[in-house]
């Protein structure tokens, strides 16, 4: 599993997501009646999961880690060398993404955050792809906000209003603080995003569940101007 993040504001666009790839492995049962699971088994912690499209579009990716016993990185980059030209929009990017994995036998449980600006607008634009659903949700952004994806339930339970539950059944609402989105900058999206992949990350490793969000955050900014890395994981010996 995996968490993505965009924030997008009224300077610019921020991508961010984890890095870490878990895996189920079956084993067979002692009884020999089906197999035994291991769940959330972790692989590695060096996994890209946001990518830059060209100078101005960006991609994040959760769902399914791979496809044919192969990252999902690979076909990844696969698709922005031979689909995404400096002109193509975050429309056609969107559309190509589910014409290209649409293709595999069966198709990937392959989610996107496609985000960034069309050459010579102004306008930012964030779409939600659902590959097996064949489906493509445009976010409003006129008003500044932030859409993620993945392990979302610890940023929802942080984020919306909730309430305690009395000994006679009824729910008292907690105070509830709104987000300042309208007034983020560039700036505060960044630590914004880097803040929603931290802390989901730190709280799972403290939950008895298995640990899918991890390792080195990276953090791709998207302006009109064009795109740049603020956080970027290298190889390295």
């Given amino acids: 599993m995996s968490f993505i993040i965009t924030v997008y504001t009224h300077e610019g666009i921020v991508m961010a997501s984890d890095s870490r790839i878990t895996y189920t492995t079956y084993e067979p049962n002692p009884n020999g009646k089906g197999a035994l699971k291991n769940y959330g088994i972790q692989s590695t912690d060096t996994t890209y999961k946001t990518f830059m499209c060209n100078s101005t579009i960006g991609l994040s990716t959760s769902g399914a880690s791979s496809i044919k016993n192969r990252p999902i990185s690979i076909y990844i980059e696969d698709f922005i060398a031979k689909n995404v030209k400096e002109k193509t929009s975050v429309e056609e990017v969107s559309q190509k993404l589910i014409d290209y994995f649409g293709k595999f036998d069966p198709v990937p449980d392959a989610k996107f955050i496609v985000a960034g600006y069309d050459k010579g607008d102004m306008t930012a634009h964030v779409h939600r792809v659902n590959v097996p659903a064949r489906s493509i ?78 390792g080195p955050i ?20």
Avoid: C
């Fill in 137 to 214: 949700t445009r976010k409003n952004t006129e008003n500044a906000s932030a859409t993620w994806d993945g392990e979302t339930e610890i940023l929802v339970r942080l984020l919306n209003t909730v309430a305690i539950k009395t000994s006679d059944g009824n729910y008292i609402d907690l105070k509830d603080y709104s987000m300042g989105f309208a007034f983020f900058t560039l700036q505060d999206a960044v630590d914004f995003a880097k803040y929603a992949v931290d802390v989901t990350a730190k709280t799972i490793s403290f939950q008895n569940r298995s640990k899918t969000v991890g």
């Fill in 218 to 237: 990276d953090i791709l900014a998207i302006k009109p101007s064009g795109a740049f890395w603020v956080q970027h994981k290298e190889i390295h010996a």
